[in-house]
């Protein structure tokens, strides 16, 4: 009797990363789950049987990308608001591809409601990676509704602002990207000392 074929984490993991990349080239329209299956060398059935869909892959993406931006912002989490802003930098210049995925308008949205591999829903992974954030300026214990943002929000505005022009690449070439951004780290201090 032959075994039946089994589909492990780290073919996931490879077709996530290979979606991410292709998504980000093509844009979500144009992206193929054949070409992602060749990629990542294995066959159009591995990716629907681990992801169900073309539109679940993506969503696995944009789900994925906000939980390891989410673990590393909590891992950096108690070095306070600067190690907070490094962390954001550093996983956005490491994974330039799932940055620009997460926060495009035109599948951010994917993420909401998607599944983390069978344990259950994630309705909102944006909020997770928004949690250290939170508590760092805020000391509140949670992201919902009637929780107060606005001072998260505007740090959280600041950093992506920077990194977004920085992977964009807008700055003329001789400036230093690291000394700007130390600069924006500086100006959020300056603003929460202690914090």
Known sequence: MARPITHDANLRSRLIEVASAMIDRDGPERFSVR???LSAETS???V????GSKADLI??????SFASFAQAQHEAEAGGLRALGEAYRAWALQHPDR???MFSGAIAGAAHGATDGGSGPDP?????????LARTLTGVGRVDE???????????????????LELAGVAPPWIDADAVYASVL??????????
């Open 35 to 37: 070409e992602a299956a």
């Open 44 to 46: 159009t059935s591995a």
């Open 48 to 51: 629907y049987t681990l992801f």
């Open 59 to 64: 969503t696995a993406v944009i789900a994925d």
């Open 99 to 101: 940055y620009r995925l």
């Open 124 to 132: 909102d992974p944006e909020l997770d990676a928004l949690l250290p």
């Open 146 to 164: 009637g929780v107060d943002l606005r001072s998260t929000l505007a740090v959280w505005a600041q950093v992506h602002g920077a990194v977004s």
């Open 186 to 195: 500086d100006t959020i201090a300056a603003v929460h000392p202690g914090r």
